[in-house]
Each structure stands twice: as C-alpha cells, then as structure tokens.
C-alpha cells in the first residue's frame, strides 16, 4: 500500500462509518423490524386491500407528479431560456418562489385560495353565479396539483441549466441541414437536455412519493402509503408500519434503478460551453400574448405567498362564505409577540439547521473531495452512501432512527437519541447530504485536478493545498449547498412530525399546533416569519458570497 | 445591503440567544386541552409553587398516545393530562402509565377510572349532533341520530375520519353496540352507516378542518364533542349550533394520568391534584366549557348551559368491554367496505 493510498483509507473510512451508521443502520433496522414476526407481517400488508390501494395510489401520484410538474417546468425553461420579452426578469426572479415556501404552508396556503371555500373558487361561482362551487380541491388532482406548483422548480432549474450549457452551434448546423423547428426539437434539443430532464424527473418521483403534508390536509380520506405508516403507528402496529415503510423504501428505489437504466441507454455530451443569446420576439401580437401569459404565471406563482400573508392579518373566525375576509386586524401578530414562548420553536429550528448544516458540509466536503479526486476501492461505495437518501422517503428516515437510536448499547452501535435534541440534526443531516455533496461534488469538478499536484509539487503542505486551492474550488458549492440544506431544515415537517421532543420543538410543529386550535391567522402570522426566515438566510449567504469572490 | 443583511443576523442571534431558561425545576405536560386551558393552570399553579416551571405540548390525545410510546425509552413528559378512556386503556395495556390514586378517588363512578389507578375521569364528554345555523334553521336541524340518514342530508355531512378519531370511533361503535343489543347482530349497525356514508360529503384529518368546512359551507351538519361544539358556540364567530340527540348519546370519559418513567414524581402528582380540585373543575366549566367528572360537585355550581345539558343527555349505555372486544373490527370491516361506497351509487 503506498502512502497516498493509506492516506486515501486514513479520510474515507471514518466518512463511510459515520454514512454506513446513520444512513444504512437504521433502514436496516427498519427491514429487520418488517420481519420480527416472519412472513407475518408481510402477508397481513399483502392481504390488506387498504395496503395495496395506499401502494397503488402513491405510485399513481408519483408518475401523475412528474408529468404535472414537466409540463410546467420544461416549457417554462425554454420560454425564459430561449426568448426575450417585456416582464421576463420578473418571471426569472419568481419562478422558484414555490421552493421558499415550507411544506405545510404551502398546502394551506392552497386550501385557502382553491379549496371549496377559497378565495379563487368562491370568486368564480359568484362570478357566474354557480350553485355549486366548480371544482373540490380533494384525492388524487389535488395532490398532485400542489406537488406539481411545489416541485416543478426541479425541472425548471435543471433544464434551465442544461439550456445553458447548450451550444447553439448545434442547432444551427441542423437547422442548415434543412431540419425544420420541430425536428430540430425532437432530434437535436431534446436528446442533449435529455440528462437534465431525466434526473429531475426522478427528483420529482422520489419528493412526491414520499410527500405528506398534501396527502395528510387534502387526502379526504385517500390513502397513501406515507399516511399509512402514520395510521398504523397509531394504532401500535409496529411490525406493520415496518412493512409499510419499506415497501416505500422499495418503490422509491425502485424508480431510481428504473430512470438510471433509462438514462444509460442515451449517452450524449456536450464538449463546448455554450452560450447563446436570447431571441428577441419580433411579432407584436405574440410579444404581446407572451407577456400576458408571463403576467398569469407570475401570479399563479406568487398567489399562495399573498394568500399566507392575507390570513396572517384577517380575525379569526370572521371569513364564512365572503370571498375574501371581511376583517383585518394586527391581532394575530400582537398575539405571537406576546407570547414568552414564541421565540422558542424559532431558536430551535435555527440552531438545529445550523448543527445539520455545520456537519453537512465538513462530512460532504470530505465526501465530495475523495470522489473527485481520488482513486480507491471504497469510491463507489462512497458515491452510493451519499446519494441514498434521496431515495429514502423522509418518513422511511425517521422511522429507522427512532426504532435503532432507542437505547443505549455500544456493543451494537446503538445510542440513546430518542427523546433528546439531537435526534432531529441527524435527521436533518441525513436528509440535505445528497444536496450538499452534489453541490460540492460540482464545484470540485469544474477544478483542473492537476492544480493539487501542482501546488504539492511547489512545497505547498497538505493543509496549505486544502486552504489554498481546493477549499476556494468548493467554495460556491458549499455555499449554495450549504443555504438549500439550512433553509430545507429550517422548515422540516416529515421527519419532525415523528421525531420531534419537548425539548427541539421545531418551527413547523408549532404552525400545526397554531392549526390545531384553529388559530388560522397565528398560523399564517407564524409562516410569515418563516418565510421571512428564510429570505434572511438567503440574503446572508449571498452577502458572505459577494464578500469571499 | 450586505451590512444590514448581517446586522439583522446578529441581531436575531443575540436576541435568540437571550431566551435562557431560569434554574427552576420544569414539569413537562402533554396535552390536547388547548391553550387557554393550559395556560391558566399554568399560571395558578406556578403561583402556588414558585419553584417549579410548568411547559405543555398541545397536541391531540392520539398524538400524545403516539409521542409517550415512541419515548417510551427515554420518557420526556410527566403528565398527560386530556385522552378518552380507550386511549388510555389503551396506553395501560402497554404500560406507558404511572399508577397514582388521587385524593378525591372516591368521587369518580367506577366507569371512570382504571381499576389499577392508572387513569382518572377528569371531564365528561357528550356526542352531539352540530350544524350550521346559517345555512340549517334550527327546526329543520336534525334531532337524532337516525334523522342523519335521511336521505336529504345527502352530500351536507362532514365529520373526521373516523379511523384517525376517538370521538368519531366511540360514536360509530355506539352505533354498533345498539344494533347488536336490539338484533344481536352487527348488520343492521352497518347498514347505518353504510347510509350515513352515502350522506357524506368528506372525512376530514383533523378538528380543524372540519370546523373550517362546516363554517364556510362545504358541509352543514356534522357530528362532534358538545364542549367543542359549545366553544365555537359561544366563543367564535364561526355559526354553528348544537342539539343533543334525544334518543341517547355516548357519554365520554376524558381523563388524565402520570407518565411511567418520569422524572419528577412528586411534582406530576402536585399538578394532577391541583387541576382537579372542585374549585379548578368548576373553573374549567366557567371558562373553558368543560363538564366535570367528579360527582361530589354540586350542579347549582356549575353554569346553566351545563345544567340544561344535563338534564337533556340521555347516556347511551355503552359497554366498555364489548367496544374493546370488537370496535377494531368493526372500524376495519368500516373502512374496507363501506367507506366511499356511498357516494358512487
């Protein structure tokens, strides 16, 4: 063994332990508690006709997602990628606007605008003055119309990145050759965003599978798997939920092979970098109806942000059948100031988020670094380790951790975290590595890997090359990494929802317990000032980036 | 913009870092009695012991259940004040509680206790019929369980889903103990509620939403505890209004309990003697419109919307046994073949 491959062993093993403990140890966990009592609780969930409705229809919102969400996405992407036209900066700067908004907010946020009393459905029954209201915002169409405003960001951002890098000499050589638009389309453009679109798909697949919040307010009694598992916890069937939780494990794994082998199968790349112009539209009329329809969109898109701060300042109680709410008030602001205990939940979720995001990146930075650029045996492993929790569904997570961290017992790896603050970090951990590494991952890319041998070769010391060269390399995907995973955490219900204790009670679970006692108003007031959370971190980090570049 | 951007960081942290907590001893409580409640006897009981600092979670009694046993290893909570007495059957069959027989034991009928002081009966619960009172005049509102299934409430019901309630299972399984009574079988009670889920529009997830439902008119008529329904009643602007079915209705015990393993003993029983004291009951009948358990308190005490409610409920006998026994499934055969069918016929 030379001494640069004891010293690759010296950095990965603890990396891969601490990835093998908390991330497979306790999905393993998960499995072993499916099979405590055989086959049994298998065949009782094979049996259950409520079982294999909860697996079809979660597969069924899943696909009816990602469709949902590309319709909106890919579309969206060229039309801001490809086009200029009066109002495109606006629609830029709040097409991602659906991914500041927190999980549960958001799917109250819709409730209110389009469910049977919203303010939208109410507007147009009055309109025309219709005797019922024209739509039920509830089962399958309403999750996935929520999934498809909150998730097709991922396939805006990715297929707006791949445009990017598209080099447009490629088109116009086709388009010399005699290729008409849509051939164009079919056999040059598509082909080459084909990566982009397919590992955004499948980001879509596995959010939407393991979604809850839209199920848990909409479902109307439909039944999914991940409110399931929640249902048989309930009712202290354990064996049962384990079963659950891995079937939806095996599902989502299951799509990951699926769009792997789907994305082998192309294998195209792009060697030049790009860059293209905009094309100006040159027809009035259709400049005209594409800010229209820019307009509409960024209305769509910023609607359940105002309706969030609307309810923050209506009375409670006061919002029966009008369309909007009869009567504001501060109340609900006064009231949260008030209270001693408001700062509490808020000091939690910041100090968790920042002990998840602190151990994300040294763990991802490490992670990150051995992958690009280094060979050894355990690399492959390395790469799997990191990217398996966007497969695992925040549900699947949480379970394993509360069902291995629940006592104390070294001789098998086992500590007692439940019931004490730092279950919750590791959650949040276990979820943002895939985020955090990817970002990292790519950033180092982008680096010449002969520039570490280099500053070696000139003297430079280990620590010196670290500081000098590879950290500045990482450095704009530590920060982006970094933000996504502390605003993610930030506003975390999932796994919050099964984990949370007294003593880390998040953000999140203090808006359901404002729901709870029908303070819808407390409740929006509260997601304001998460919201508000957010853009505050957002603006911190690219304060910190503009400093450092 | 970049200086106030961290000025506003340092700002929040400074002021997050600020919220210590002080050396007094806290006494954790899980609860879904809301926060009005909470806080007032908070408030009375930090008085009567300066030295103990009392924080609760407000949660529904399912949650709780849920939250004590996943904590079952490394307990956090010390009272579990607010659950229906199958839950905390339930959570006695698995021993999450901490026996403790009150001082005022004697004052509880046995119904409303655990044999083996596990649980006490704190408040009673009654099943009432609710509507909107916008959209239903109070004379064409229903008067009785069977008037529900009339076919002209046909898409009007929203009620929680019962899977996921006590309150919605206690009433489906009184459906079912009556049908059992007056036929020995089960089928007539299924072919209620096959009924009632024809009539109905929607099974919430939580109170909330059902509220929200029946206040804005996506259903008008509902069925719910009475002191939930009194609160909206008399508290909220959402309209609603009850009536108490004439037949009969289920009378539920809501307890409280001392959770096994906690860490400060002697402070869950002072809090579990001080919430239910005769004084504290009648104050929770005043302010927070609960119905108290305990029988040594006399009615001329308790406030008139009480009084007359009392004097109208008819307590469906419910055999706590025979629900135990068979409730799961009958909730089961519910789910699997009745529930949804209505609708699409």
Redesign the interface.
Known sequence: MTSQQRQNWLIAVPVIALLLWSVIYPNAAVIAGSFENGLGHWREFLAS??DREALRTSIVISVASVFASLAIGVPLAFLLGRFEFPGRRLLRAVATLPAALPPLVGVIAF?FLY???GVVTRAIQRTFGMAE?PWRL?GVGAIVFVHAYTMYVYVFLFVSAGLERFDATLDEAASGLGANTWQRLRRVTLPLLMPAIAASMLLVFMNALGSFSAP??F???LRVLSTQIL?S??N?AMGLAYVETTVLALSAVAGLGLFRWLDRKRKYTLASKGGRARRTIRSRRIQRLTSIFAAIIVVALVLPHLMVVLVSFA???????QVLPPEYTLENYRRLFSESEL??P??NS??MALIATAANLVVCFVAAYLIVFRQFAGRGLLELLVALPWAIPATAIALGL?ATF??NDLATGRI?L???FWILPLAYFIRDTPLVASAVESSLRQMDASLEDAARGLGASWLMTMRRVILPAARPGLVAGGLLAAVTAVGEFVASV?LY???N?PISMEIL?Q????A?GTAAAYSVLLILLVL?MT??A??FE??LA | ??RA??A??IA?LT??SA?SSDNRKVL?VYSPH??ELLEYFEKGFEKAHPDIDV?W????S?EV???V???K?????DVWFGAPAETFD?ATK?NLLQPYKPTWATAIDPEGRDAHDNWYGTYLTPEVIGYNR?AVKAADAPKDWDDLIDPKWKGKIVIR?P??SGTMRAIFGAIMVRSIQKTGEPDAGYEWLRKLDANTR????????L???L????GVVSMWDMPDFATLEQR????IAYVIPTSGTPLLVDGIAIVRGTKHPQEAQEYYEFVTTPEAMIAAADSFLRIPARKDIPLSKLPGWIRDAMAKIKPMPVDREVMAAHLDEWMKYW??NI??RGRKQ
Request: with cysteine.
């Open positions: 006709p409520a409730l469910g049977e009393s209201a509830q848990y307010v479902g109307g009694g249902a916890k309930t202290g009375r409670d109680g006061s919002w029966t059948t700062w509490r808020i000091y910041v100090s509360a629940n006592r007692l439940v019931g004490t099964v204790t007294h003593s009670r317990a729901l709870r006692a029908l819808f505050l603006l911190a690219r304060s503009e400093r | 913009m970049r951007a961290s506003a960081v929040a002021i997050l919220c954790i809301g926060k924080q979670v407000d949660m529904g399912q259940l849920e939250r046993r996943a904590e290893p490394n307990p956090q909570a339930r698995e916008d889903d899977i996921a929607e099974y919430t997830l939580n109170p909330t939403i509220y929200q439902k206040g804005r008119q996506e909220t602007k959402i309209p789910d699997a529930r949804n």
